[in-house]
């Protein structure tokens, strides 16, 4: 079964890439021509963004797209046989800087993450990742490694729980919901996803927003079973590192957490020109950054009408510094 997926921010994430965007500075005026570079996709799900870069690029660029998902990867493969600039690379991007110098590739030109689940994932219930389908609750991006969320939940404790639900997911009411799950699975193992979704959902106050009440929960179970903050933290420190100067990182957030990580990475070094004010330095004997954020676009109103999971994206750019 074909599952579509609508990119978020298409057309402002691969402008950013290509420094088309204003504030960023520019590779070239010449907009029409087809830009030569080495570009990373750190998240490729279906391709949208990368199709789309492809658009612009000259025959002897190449894009490395990764992704954890199988399912992924073998829609990458295919596009990259129909089109040599491609190379698919089953991996997460935190491993991106092994990747790139594995392949004698000293920098590249842009990267771009777009994090979150992908709408084939969440649309196909045996995936696990949706409290609205039943599936076999996994919610594991790559299936053929570490344990599932049915596994960890059969052996984890009320406070292993309550943790994971409230530092993941930021639920107030995760002590409620870890004593909740370890005293049905006593009774019967949990299995589905619905199985969960109905667990939560009856401890706790229906959101007054609309909201499912296991939103957050499984959220914050997928978060923790992946791996993701470990790897977002690691995938975009090494992402700084083998950007050229004046290359972009661009980055696509759904959430706090991740938006948070992001922010602290990309202006860190700019907050550690505060410790030198009032010092008696010249301009140039300060610091340089290795990297600036230059610029925040959240979706529009037309945009979340069309793909209302496009509603909390908070796209981020950061350009590594000249010197």
């Known amino acids: 079964m074909n599952f579509e997926h609508r990119p978020v921010l298409l057309k402002e994430a691969v402008n950013s890439l290509l420094k088309k965007e204003q ?51 073998e829609f990458a493969r295919k596009m990259s046989e129909k089109d040599n600039r491609i190379e698919a690379i089953h991996s997460s991007f935190a491993n ?3 990747e790139v110098f594995h392949r004698n590739i000293s920098c590249v030109d842009g990267i771009l993450l777009d994090l979150g689940v992908s709408s084939p994932q969440l649309d196909d219930g045996s ?19 570490g ?35 370890v005293a049905r699975r006593e009774k019967k193992a949990f299995t589905t996803t619905l199985d969960l979704a109905e667990c939560i959902s009856s401890v706790i106050p229906k959101k007054k927003n609309g909201k499912h009440p296991a939103t957050r929960s499984f959220q914050a179970l997928r978060i923790y079973i992946n791996n993701e903050l470990f790897d977002l933290s690691k995938g975009i420190t090494s992402a700084i590192e083998i950007l050229k100067p004046g290359g972009v990182l661009v ?21 550690k020109k505060s410790i030198y004010a009032g010092l008696p330095l010249l301009q140039k004997d300060l ?27 908070v796209l981020r750019v950061a350009q590594k510094s000249f010197l």
């Open 23 to 73: 504030k960023i500075h520019m590779f070239s005026s010449r907009d029409h021509d087809p830009i030569s570079g080495i570009f990373i996709d750190g998240t490729f799900g279906r391709g949208g963004h990368t199709q789309e870069l492809l658009s612009f690029l000259d025959d002897s660029s190449k894009i490395l797209v990764f992704d954890k998902d199988p399912e992924a990867i």
């Open 96 to 98: 991106i800087k092994d």
């Open 127 to 145: 995936r696990g990742f949706s409290f609205l389908k039943e599936g076999p609750l996994d919610m594991r991006m790559d299936p053929t490694k």
């Open 147 to 181: 344990i599932s969320v049915a596994e960890w939940l059969s052996i984890a404790s009320v406070d292993e729980i309550r943790e994971v639900i409230l530092n993941y997911g930021e639920e107030r009411f995760a002590f409620k919901i870890a004593k909740a799950i």
């Open 251 to 271: 980055t696509i957030s759904f959430h706090s957490l991740e938006d948070r990580i992001i922010k602290n990475i990309i202006t860190f070094d700019e907050s």
């Open 287 to 313: 610091p340089v950054p290795k990297v600036r954020q230059v610029l925040k676009i959240l979706p529009d109103e037309s945009e979340v009408s069309r793909n209302p999971r496009a509603r909390s994206a």
